[in-house]
């Protein structure tokens, strides 16, 4: 695996060579073309391969790997000593104007030079010669050419997948269910504790989950709030998590918050009120002493749901009572594994016999049943298929529960197509139980090189068919879908997350600081810093790997690393922004030259932008430095490679220059922009941008109507998001606010003066658009009425503070055909909906939050117009918060298909 994303990756390094307007470096051609065709004979070669070694690395693939390694240090240490001497003949030059100095004899500097190009000649010579034996050694092999996947494949795959629903199924008894239910809703008044035990991958969460989400426990409880623990855990996380899920407070509103202060904000709300508390995969006595002093002793039925592995641990949370989880009867197991391998189709009697060997050999392990039943899923289902992987099974069948279960998800690793194993394993870089944004998953495994372009795909397109893939297999699950039905947020259960780390130790695809390598960490590619890792022990690592080219920190500072120049991603972007962690990075450009992504906090942008022309491939650039006003450096025009521009801050974006002739075709998204003036130069240099987010402040002397040039985003004809800001006290600009037809999603939060009615016909009118949310601004007349033919692709519609909106009508039955989501949130003048939204077949839900009475009257009446047509079951279901004034409200209204919360924190 290591050496086939390895491979990938150098031709990376080749190709963006050959295809940059102004590469720092040229390559031989011929050494270019034998390079090609060595490495591609070497892909090909792996995509085939099967390796008979299982306990260590395969020594032939390593060999790929370290070659493949090798050409890449040649190629790119060139490249960091040809810009470090391009700045050292500026300095040079720089110092003879100033003081009239000789500066340094021209042949010396051109003997340097003549040299490193000797060099780099050689070396890659050496690398030549040595792929070429290997390429010998592979085809005297004579390996038997089994055929795992078909790289050459199309990617299709449904909006929900099979996996996520696989990976719901229930697999215990109602029994179960109905004893857990009635331990937490019984009348013993003081609090308990309720500890769910068992070994991983057995279903405890998910037990826990679907307890949570039952309708009688929203109805108990008056708050209910969910944390989870982990081996590794941070208090002040986890309390950050409880509080901000018991009172409705964003993260953000918490950050400045200590752990002593959440736990008082925690206990205080609690206090008097009959609360759940699930805590998630607990592992000590310790973890549950830090967090319940916070919970107060309620003599109300307050009740804690627990989750462990540690039956120990159960047995010192509650003496009387736990629920130990156990493993799966024959007849549970089969009807898993069928629906997980058929969905609602049943197994061929041909291979029913040799399947119910397979659901055998998995024990009754949840887990271990989804998994196999993923890999069967997506492959031929023939009895030869079958057998093999049968006989994979029942070899292991003698380990103990954890080893075997281990051994197990290995097999799910190996029978995955090599260009998803770096993909799989990636997944172990982040923090156990993290929510993943798979927006941010993309773009790293983009940066990190090991995508191979297909079929004419962009990388980000073929990142999100793997990732599908990974979600459709079950080692991937879904934490969160988007508003449109695509997945948001992913996880990996953390047994897969070990599988990943232990898998990568052996290769050596990335090495986690603080644990063993077998291969040492010199020769260590990726650096993964934990959370609350010693400082010292970074340093002490980060020294000693000189051939680092990516450092995955999400959770701290990231000190200087020795032989910076090689590094190619740096993200360091999640922790929590505090004074003692502004300044993340000193000088970044002027020594960090190879990096292709960088997402980092800061303290000054002018350590990103010193030198900043000098990151010659840089493709992705995220910061943020709130607070502070920066302006780009006009070079950023001539940096055609980049692909992702996201700022946080307060940043400008300067003109290029009519002199300037590069056009940043590869530019995706373009985010954080302050003032955004959308020119004819501007248009001309970003033809192919997806995303544009721009922030417009007042600066004074500008209120021109046609100063922004707003009329001119029609012409980024293949922009597909837009978010536009405005707090500024003008609003004509923003009337000549136009739209090219491609857009699928809109985001406008306006000054309260802007009238929305003047935007509304022409926004309405734009046929792909799925996402619309409105915030603030106001309607002039009251009113919002709509005609037929309107939104023709809507699937989320938000209004969000709109002021003075009363009427929202309509004149046709035929609004909205495709509307799935409407969220009505602070919207309190409003008096009426379209009772036609209850019509819409598509929809799933209509959530209101802190909305008049009135309209939430009229969304009840819609439910009873539709229960009087349907009856109770309908595909929709309507959801309500109110302030806790209206409690007399919510009695009245609660009922079947309407929710109603009343929020205990007003």
């Known amino acids: ?55 260590e690395a395969d020594p032939f693939e390593m060999r790929i790997a370290d070659v493949a390694y090798a050409a890449e240090d040649a190629i790119e240490s060139h490249i960091v000593a040809k810009i470090q001497l391009s700045r050292s003949r500026e300095t040079i030059r720089s110092r003879f104007l100033s003081c009239f100095r000789a500066p340094k004899d021209p042949k010396t500097v051109s003997s340097n030079h003549d040299d490193e190009e000797m060099k780099l000649f050689q070396d890659v010579q050496n690398m ?56 937490l809703v019984s009348d013993q008044r003081e609090p308990q504790v309720i500890p769910i035990t068992g070994m991983g991958g057995i279903g405890k969460t998910t037990l826990a989950k679907t307890v949570y989400s039952k309708k009688i426990i929203e109805q108990r409880f008056d708050v209910c709030a969910w944390a989870t623990i982990s081996q590794q855990y941070n208090t002040r996380e986890i309390l950050c998590e409880l509080v901000s899920q018991a009172t409705n407070k964003s993260k953000e509103q918490l950050s400045e918050k200590s752990e002593d202060e959440l736990g008082l904000e925690l206990y205080q709300h609690l206090i008097g009120r009959r609360f759940l508390i699930v805590m998630d995969d607990m592992w000590s006595i310790d973890a549950w002493d830090r967090i319940q002093r916070f919970f107060p002793e309620n003599e109300n039925c307050s009740r804690i749901l627990v989750t462990t592995r540690l039956l120990h641990l159960s047995s010192q949370l509650n003496n009387n009572y736990s629920l130990q989880m156990e493993f799966l009867d024959e007849v549970r197991s089969w009807e898993l594994f069928s629906k997980t391998v058929f969905g609602v189709g049943s197994c061929p009697h041909e291979l029913e016999k040799i399947g119910k060997k397979i659901v055998e050999n998995c024990r009754g392990l949840p887990l271990s049943i989804v998994v196999v039943g993923g890999i ?38 190996n029978h995955l197509p090599v260009y998803l194993k770096p993909c799989f394993l990636y997944m172990g870089v982040f923090e156990e139980d993290d929510s993943v944004r798979v927006s941010t998953l993309v773009k790293l495994w983009v940066s990190e090189g090991f995508l191979k372009p297909m079929n004419g795909k962009s990388l980000e397109t073929i990142a999100i068919e793997f990732l599908h893939d990974l979600v459709d297999r079950n080692l991937i699950l879904v934490g969160e879908m988007g508003s449109t039905g695509s997945i948001k947020f992913v996880k990996i259960h953390d047994l897969l997350r070990d599988l990943c780390l232990n898998q990568s130790k052996k290769d050596g695809f990335y090495h986690v600081i603080g644990q063993s390598s077998p291969r040492g960490i010199s020769s260590q590619r990726r650096v993964v810093i934990p959370m609350n890792t010693p400082k010292k022990k970074v340093l002490d690592d980060l020294q000693s790997m000189p051939r680092a080219r990516s450092i995955i920190s999400e959770y701290g500072n990231v000190p200087r690393i020795k032989n910076s120049g090689l590094l190619r991603t740096l993200h360091a972007y999640k922790f929590p922004y505090s004074e003692d962690e502004r300044h993340v990075i000193k000088s970044l450009a002027s020594q960090y030259v190879n990096l292709r992504h960088i997402a980092v906090r800061v303290g000054s942008m002018s350590s990103i932008f010193t030198s900043f022309t000098r990151l010659w491939n840089l493709h992705i650039l995220i ?78 002397g500008i209120e021109q109507n046609d100063y922004y040039c707003l009329n001119n985003i029609k012409r ?61 601004g106001c309607f002039g007349t009251g009113k919002w009425e709509m005609v037929e033919g309107q939104f023709p692709s809507l699937k989320y519609l938000e209004l969000g503070l709109c002021r003075r ?102």
């Open 1 to 55: 695996m290591a050496a086939y994303a390895a491979l990938v990756s150098l031709m990376h390094i080749i190709d963006d060579l050959e295809r940059h307007h102004s590469p720092p470096i040229s390559l031989n051609k011929q050494q270019i073309q034998s390079l090609t065709e060595n490495v591609m004979f070497l892909q090909e070669f792996l995509e085939a391969y099967n390796s008979s070694v299982s306990e």
């Open 128 to 183: 030549i010669q040595e792929m070429d034996q290997i390429k010998s050694l592979a085809m005297q092999r004579n390996t038997e050419k089994v055929v795992l996947h078909d790289t050459r494949r199309s990617f299709v795959f449904a909006s929900s997948s099979t996996g996520k629903n696989s990976s719901g199924m229930v697999v215990w008894s109602e029994g179960v269910l109905n004893g857990i239910l009635e331990r």
């Open 376 to 413: 069967l899923r997506n492959r031929e289902h023939t009895l030869g298929v079958w057998e093999s992987i049968s006989q994979n099974l029942a070899s292991e069948v003698n380990l103990d529960n954890d080893k075997f279960c281990m051994e197990l998800l290995k097999i799910s690793y």
């Open 623 to 700: 910061v943020s430095c709130i607070g502070k006003e920066f302006t780009a450096p006009a070079e950023i025009w001539r940096m055609p490679q980049l692909r992702h521009i996201e700022m946080k801050g307060i940043f400008y974006l300067p003109e290029p220059s009519s002199d300037d002739v590069v056009i940043m075709e590869n530019l995706l998204v373009l985010e954080g922009i302050a003032n955004f003036k959308c020119s004819e130069e501007v248009v001309k240099r970003i033809p192919n941008i997806k995303k544009l987010g721009i922030n417009f402040i007042w600066r004074g």
């Open 716 to 776: 980024l004809c293949k922009l597909e998001s837009l978010f536009v800001l405005c707090w500024s006290s003008f609003t004509a600009s923003l009337y000549v606010l136009t739209f090219p037809q491609s857009l699928k999603k809109l985001t406008l939060e306006m000054n309260r003066g802007f009238e929305w009615e003047k935007m509304l016909e022409k926004i309405g009118a734009l046929p792909l658009l799925e996402k619309f949310k409105l915030s603030y």
């Open 805 to 906: 909106l009363k009427h929202w009508t309509a004149e046709s039955n035929s609004i909205f055909p495709r509307l799935e989501k409407l969220h009505l949130l602070y919207m309190v003048g409003l008096k009426e909906i379209p009772t036609q939204i209850g019509d819409i077949p598509t929809l799933q839900k209509i959530w209101m939050e802190f909305c008049g009475e009135s309209a939430v009257m009229c969304a009840k009446e819609i439910v009873e117009e539709q229960v009087e047509l349907q009856g109770e079951d309908l595909p929709f279901h309507v959801q309500v918060r109110l302030p806790r004034k209206n409690e007399a409200l919510v009695q009245r209204l609660a009922g079947p298909n309407f929710e109603v919360i009343c929020n205990s924190s007003s």
